[in-house]
């Protein structure tokens, strides 16, 4: 991987199936880390098993929400054309959006237990994960991690094309 310079942007002119799957996930983090802050501090079980899936997704390709969204007529731009009637995100190599899943699972698991563990203002990083998952499906437009993963050089597939600063501003 080769550093690169510019600004990872996804299409938004269309809901498709990954882009509602991370605002449906960014509302379910918003909500587990709110009910741990407030409620009860086992919600962030709720986390950890949203962060496993998210694991089990970039190692799989399978996703349970991907596949309720294509019953309902949502359609994938990652989705593997070989599995049929089911949705699985491409696993062929380890690009961007896939090593987000992985990386973003991993951040929010040790979260969660360190939040259990140690202090629960680690829950702040919980429930940034889920703003910035809004946000991002929503506009998208600059997640951190997806930033940084494009600066370190990973190829991604949903913006093959992402723009420069310098032609934002242009």
């Known amino acids: 991987m080769a550093l690169r310079r510019g600004i990872y942007i996804v299409p938004t002119n269309r809901w498709y199936i990954e882009r509602t ?16 802050a407030l409620v009860h501090p086992l919600w ?3 986390v950890i098993a949203t962060a496993w899936a998210s694991i089990a997704v970039s190692l799989t390709g399978f996703c349970i929400v991907g596949n309720i969204l294509k ?15 089911f949705y699985f995100m491409q696993t062929d190599s380890w690009y961007l959006e896939r090593r987000i899943y992985l ?17 629960p203002w680690w829950l702040t990083f919980t429930g940034f994960v889920g703003v910035a998952m809004v946000w991002f499906a929503a506009t998208g437009y600059y997640c951190i991690m997806a930033n940084g993963l494009y600066w370190l050089g990973a190829e991604p597939r949903l913006a093959p094309l992402c723009k420069t600063a310098e032609s934002l501003h242009a």
Do not use: K, Y
């Open 44 to 46: 962030i079980l709720l």
């Open 21 to 36: 799957v991370w605002l449906i996930v960014g509302g379910v983090l918003l909500t587990s880390t709110t009910l741990a």
């Open 71 to 85: 019953r309902l007529g949502f359609t994938p731009m990652l989705g593997d054309p070989e599995r049929g009637d």
């Open 103 to 119: 990386a973003v699972g991993i951040n929010l698991t040790i979260a969660s237990v360190v939040s259990i563990v140690h202090s």
